[in-house]
């Protein structure tokens, strides 16, 4: 595998992807997204440009949530993990060797619809079945980790409506809803513990966490949560486990954002990491306890309805292996 993953470059995107410089959700995942928002009457709200839903606890707030911001939170995953411009080779080549085969534990922290996790296997599985990755049997456990409710449910529907088409690209994929505040260290710990007793008694070393899209929270948000991320990394980086972590936000020019990323890369000194230092990614040094402001990245996207959308994004990695 590692000879083909270092070799994969943005030529090898197929055109359904990656074409004249803008990037394409694979369609399957906007087929169920819009089959989804059809089968509750809620098509006829849908744009890509609901700023101010940032999501919530509330039904109304998951809702407007999954109808305006599900494609613009997968289509930032997908620029990270695709890497059309050869700018993060790391990631992409973390990512994919993660996915390649055998079985691995995913933790997605404030999942709400699940659009960063099912747009990663999206990725994957159209690239296998373009037979430009290798389609071997892969086994992904997703524990889904969010206080709405609401939320979680739309990432099952949603994940059930990817599944035949995920299972035929060799991907079986098993979802575990957990309704947890992440702001409530103890019921958080239990939900983590939960999360490596499953894996340990299936045998699974692998693991992938994936946070997407929280800064809408905002600093009096973020700020409660940031001990839940702490733990996270800090179990991730044990040395018996093979472990990514991947954090990708829209662009954050907010001092508060840096500071709180850097408290939870503190945790990380401890145990083995590294912190890619290309494109969007930061590297930590010894003697350095504070990260560089995020650089935002641009890009262009097809919105499902033939719009381009302008974004940006910055993103947060370590590979513990």
């Not at 440009?49 to 999954?66: K, M």
């Not at 700018?87 to 699940?114: C, S």
């Not at 990708?248 to 230092?277: D, I, N, R």
Request: glycine content about 8%; proline content about 4%; aromatic content about 8%.
């Amino acid at each position: 595998m590692a000879p083909l993953l270092q070799a994969f470059l943005s030529q090898h995107l197929p055109s359904c992807l990656w074409s004249q410089d803008v990037l394409y959700l694979p369609s399957p995942l906007t087929s169920a997204h819009a089959d989804y928002l059809a089968e509750k009457g809620w098509a006829d709200g849908h744009t890509s440009s609901g700023a101010n839903a940032i999501g919530g606890a509330s039904e109304a707030e998951a809702r407007d949530h999954v109808i305006h911001r599900f494609t613009n939170s997968a289509a930032r995953m997908q620029y990270v993990c695709s890497d059309p411009r050869d700018e993060q080779e790391e990631i992409r080549n973390a990512v994919f060797e993660q996915l390649a085969d055998g079985a691995i534990h995913l933790i997605d922290l404030a999942a709400g619809n699940g659009a960063g996790t099912l747009a990663i296997l999206s990725l994957v599985g159209q690239l296998r079945l373009d037979g430009l990755i290798p389609k071997l049997p892969l086994n992904v456990h997703i524990h889904a980790i969010d206080y709405s409710p609401f939320a979680l449910n739309h990432f099952f529907a949603l994940k059930e409506k990817l599944d035949p088409w995920i299972a035929g690209a060799g991907i079986n994929v098993e979802l575990t809803l957990v309704e947890c505040d992440l702001s409530i260290l103890g019921h958080f710990n239990e939900a983590l513990e939960a999360f490596f007793a499953d894996a340990k008694s299936k045998g699974v070393k692998r693991f992938l966490c994936t946070v997407s899209a929280i800064t809408g929270l905002k600093k009096e948000g973020m700020e409660p949560i940031v001990d839940a991320l702490k733990f996270t990394a800090a179990a991730l980086g044990h040395s018996q486990r093979t472990s990514s972590w991947l954090w990708v936000e829209p662009a954050v020019g907010k001092s508060w954002f840096t500071a709180l990323v850097s408290t939870v890369s503190l945790t990380m000194k401890k145990v083995a990491h590294k912190f890619f230092a290309k494109g969007e990614t930061f590297k930590l040094g010894d003697d350095s306890l504070m990260l560089p402001d995020p650089v935002e990245r641009k890009f262009s996207w097809a919105d499902p309805g033939g719009k381009h959308v302008q974004s940006h994004v910055v993103v947060l990695t370590f590979k513990n292996s």
